[in-house]
Nanobody, 124 residues
Framework: QGHLVESGGGSVQAGGSLRLSCAAS????????MGWFRQAPGKEREGVAA???????TYADSVKGRFTISKDNAKNTLYLEMNSLKPEDTGMYYC??????????????????WGQGTQVTVSA
């Protein structure tokens, strides 16, 4: 049922861009909310951007104006467009989906579907 597969990570220099993709099963794509999280070495996982089933979005303050989350309903795919990347954006990026949404946006609770993650490395 729950199936999420991320792609698009890589290594870029500061100021560069990447687009992450998260291909979802039809079941998972119909979740109330989907989002992107990241985890840097030695740090806790944090929410980066999220989108509800109506297309409303929210972003962490650290990425506002640089990242854009979007969905392609025809492809059951979630995207994260990342521009003006900074070294502090480095980390493993995960997509997630759930029917329970923190603040109405970020997947939360005991029944969150997670992808396997894709690494983003930004060098100075």
């Amino acid at each position: 049922q729950g199936h999420l597969v991320e792609s698009g990570g890589g290594s870029v220099q500061a100021g560069g861009s990447l687009r992450l993709s998260c291909a979802a099963s039809q079941y998972t794509y119909g979740s109330y909310c989907m989002g992107w999280f990241r985890q840097a070495p030695g740090k806790e996982r944090e929410g980066v951007a999220a989108i509800d089933r109506y297309g409303d979005t929210t972003y962490a303050d650290s990425v506002k104006g640089r990242f854009t989350i979007s969905k392609d309903n025809a492809k059951n795919t979630l995207y994260l467009e990342m521009n003006s990347l900074k070294p502090e954006d480095t980390g493993m990026y995960y997509c997630a989906a759930a029917d329970l949404c923190r603040g109405g946006y970020y997947p939360t609770g005991n029944n969150v579907y997670w992808g396997q993650g894709t690494q983003v490395t930004v060098s100075a």
